[in-house]
Antibody, heavy 118, light 111 residues
């Protein structure tokens, strides 16, 4: 069955960068886009962008252009999301999610808590 | 401020029917893009509940249904059960400056 397993919680200082990984199993890794979505404490869902694991092509949300970088390593079936110049309001749970093919998400990772604090 | 607008909360007694609205605009729902719904329990990842406006993934009971009309969509839960108490989010595609994937702000359902 499909599984997306994310890396563990991170604590970062303002201005630093964080890189979260998402390891996929149970399906053809290059056959589905992977998206990244975050959720601040007590808040709703916010889309950061997506990566095509086959080509490496990316699309980023306008709010994160210039601060987010999504990459993948097909040899280990893992996608990465790096967010730079962290601020306190970047404190959130970050999720990777598989695109079923029509821009909706049928499987999600367990989430990675990123805390930004001085 | 979310691109898609949902009521912050709805409530109902066990066995009742509740509906959650999701209002968009001409650059997303009104442009014909599909609406999808997710259910989220505290401390867990969202789970796909409805895709393509009205389709249920395997395992989702048929007392849960979705619909779409114009610039809005709705999620209905009939025969409300205690296990339905959760947060619900709508999601669509936006062709404007808002971004590629957009979510509603979420609705807390209380039973």
């Amino acid at each position: 069955q499909v599984h997306l397993v994310q890396s563990g919680a991170e604590v970062k200082k303002p201005g630093a960068s964080v890189k979260v990984s998402c390891k996929a199993s149970g399906y053809t890794f290059t056959g589905h886009y992977l998206h990244w979505v975050r959720q601040a404490p007590g808040q709703g869902l916010e889309w950061l962008g997506r990566i095509n694991p086959n080509s490496g092509g990316t699309t980023y949300a306008q709010n994160f252009q210039g601060r987010v970088t999504m990459t993948r390593d097909t040899s280990i079936r893992t996608a990465y999301m790096e967010l730079s110049r962290l601020r306190s309001d970047d404190t959130a749970v970050y999720y990777c999610a598989r695109d079923q093919g029509s821009v909706f998400f049928d499987f999600w990772g367990q989430g990675t808590l990123v805390t930004v604090s001085s | 401020q979310s691109v898609l607008t949902q009521p912050p909360s709805v409530s109902g007694a066990p066995g009742q029917r509740v509906t959650i609205s999701c209002t968009g605009s001409s650059s997303n729902i009104g442009a014909g893009y599909d609406v999808h719904w997710y259910q989220q329990f505290p401390g867990t990842a969202p789970k796909l509940l409805i895709y393509g406006n009205s389709n249920r993934p395997s395992g989702v009971p048929d007392r849960i249904s979705g619909s779409k009309s114009g610039t809005s969509a709705s999620l209905a839960i009939s025969g409300l059960q205690a296990e339905d108490e959760a947060d619900y989010y709508c999601q669509s595609y936006d062709s404007g400056l808002s971004g590629y994937v957009v979510f509603g702000g979420g609705t807390k359902v209380t039973v």
